[in-house]
Nanobody, 115 residues
Framework: QVQLVESGGGLVQPGGSLRLSCAAS????????MGWYRQAPGSQRELVAS???????AYSDSVKGRFTISRDNGKDAVFLQMNSLKPEDTAVYYC?????????WGQGTQVTVSS
């Protein structure tokens, strides 16, 4: 069974940085792609960034230039470096992983940007 475990969320002031991590437990699954979603209170879950096994990355317009996604294929891990954080980045961030015919969610980690 695939289990994605996230870490790195927390409280940060506007303009600050956080780094989120997500790793799959157990066997190496060789995911086709991995990514991060977020969901703010009262809002739909939205895709923030994704990255393929070939390291092709894509970002939502709202985070482009501030967030950087990366992955370690050997460990089925994905990371999200978040810089210049804004209060509107406050949300629960979820790790997502895809392989042929299946997709998986992490449990979510809270990111709060506030002074």
């Amino acid at each position: 069974q695939v289990q994605l475990v996230e870490s790195g969320g927390g409280l940060v002031q506007p303009g600050g940085s956080l780094r989120l991590s997500c790793a799959a437990s157990g066997t190496i699954f060789n995911f086709n792609a991995m990514g991060w979603y977020r969901q703010a209170p009262g809002s739909q879950r939205e895709l923030v960034a994704s990255i393929t096994s070939g390291s092709n990355a894509a970002y939502s317009d709202s985070v482009k230039g501030r967030f950087t996604i990366s992955r370690d294929n050997g460990k089925d891990a994905v990371f999200l470096q978040m810089n210049s954080l804004k209060p509107e980045d406050t949300a629960v961030y979820y790790c997502r992983a895809w392989r042929t015919g299946s997709a998986y969610w992490g449990q979510g980690t809270q990111v709060t940007v506030s002074s």
